[in-house]
């Protein structure tokens, strides 16, 4: 119960993350490999050349009102690297929580099914096989759960 409340505080503090963000993507950004630029010579105009200067112009004065809301954390592609990767390791944890919830359904099975044979030898050879792991403890604790009991 321990380990999931963790998972979920990790998941509500990375969606607060990734919704605090604000990139800004702009559609004057031309991607395109065909960028067509009128050239007037007889006034000395480039069109791309001003629509780049007002573009700046316009993010400047932007900056200055201050209207930036928000962490700017996720902008970019590293960003969306770094918050796909967060859901990448989430994702990860869980598929590793539920199989271990599943192999500890089957262990207490099996365990359960051992007891019921009730036979001493059975129940010591599991015990020395698992005599120099780092289960051990846990293996002792299963078997002799019922004899607590």
Known sequence: MRTLKFILGVILASLCLITTGCAEVSPRDNLSPRIEQKIDNANGKIDRIESNQNAIKFAIEKRTENTNTGV?????EGGL???????VIICVTIYFYRSSQKNEQIAKMLTEQIRAFNDPELEDS????????????????????????
């Open 72 to 76: 700017q954390f996720f902008q970019g």
């Open 81 to 87: 690297i770094v918050g796909f990767g967060v859901v």
């Open 126 to 149: 599991i015990l020395r096989a698992a005599l120099y792991t780092d289960v051990e403890k846990d293996v002792y604790h299963m078997m002799t759960k019922k004899e607590r009991a």
